[in-house]
Antibody, heavy 118, light 110 residues
Framework: QVQLVESGGGVVQPGRSLRLSCRATGFTLTNHGMHWVRQAPGKGLEWVAG????????SFADSVKGRVTISRDGFENALYLQMDGLRAEDTAVYYC???????????WGQGTTVTVTS | QSALTQPASVSGSPGQSITISCTGT?????????VSWYQQHPGKAPKLMIF???ERPSGISYRFSGSKSGNTASLTISGLQAEDEADYYC??????????FGGGTTLTVL
């Protein structure tokens, strides 16, 4: 069964760091581009970052550029999002999503919640 | 970059058809055929409904269709059913090698 399961969310203070994980089952993660999309409470979807299937090409939204890194571990079949210098506006549910082909997301995780508050 | 523009809400009665628009610019919606639509029920993850403007993934009902004209894409749902009530988001690849989502449209089935 093709599935994505996120973890690592929590409540953190502004300026702190958090690492989100996304474990894939039922498919080989490194064969696909993988992305992170977030949704602030009561708001719409916002693309955050993407990692291409080649494992080298990355792209980031302007809102997180310089504060976020995206990586993967083929052995663990997992995707990661390292977030530093967290801000209140980073508060959201973070979803990982599989890229079917060119920015089309056919598999989504259930999301992990990040709350940034003092 | 600003989000793509969608109406905040639309509504229709069972059996009717509705259309949700998604307006961007020549740098996103107007530039490529890479427009997708997602359905999201409350508390759930988004679900892919349409990709490449008018392609349906396996398992998605023929009642869902997409189109595009210039900088505006549209999602049409025909034969409205109660289970179609949800939020709908469009997305488009951009010339900046990023992805933009629309602000979302809440569909109410009366």
């Amino acid at each position: 069964q093709v599935q994505l399961v996120e973890s690592g969310g929590g409540v953190v203070q502004p300026g702190r760091s958090l690492r989100l994980s996304c474990r894939a089952t039922g498919f080989t993660l490194t064969n696909h581009g993988m992305h992170w999309v977030r949704q602030a409470p009561g708001k719409g979807l916002e693309w955050v970052a993407g990692l291409w299937s080649n494992g080298r090409t990355r792209s980031f939204a302007d809102s997180v550029k310089g504060r976020v890194t995206i990586s993967r571990d083929g052995f663990e079949n997992a995707l990661y999002l390292q977030m530093d210098g967290l801000r209140a506006e980073d508060t959201a549910v973070y979803y990982c999503a599989r890229d079917l082909r060119y920015w089309v997301y056919d598999v989504w995780g259930q999301g992990t919640t990040v709350t940034v508050t003092s | 970059q600003s989000a793509l523009t969608q109406p905040a809400s639309v509504s229709g009665s069972p059996g009717q058809s509705i259309t949700i628009s998604c307006t961007g610019t020549s740098s996103d919606v107007g530039a490529y055929k890479f427009v997708s639509w997602y359905q999201q029920h409350p508390g759930k993850a988004p679900k892919l409904m349409i990709f490449d403007v008018n392609e349906r993934p396996s398992g998605i009902s023929y009642r869902f269709s997409g189109s595009k004209s210039g900088n505006t894409a549209s999602l049409t749902i025909s034969g409205l059913q109660a289970e179609d009530e949800a939020d709908y988001y469009c997305s488009s690849y951009t010339t900046s090698n990023t992805l933009l989502f629309g602000g979302g449209t809440t569909l109410t089935v009366l």
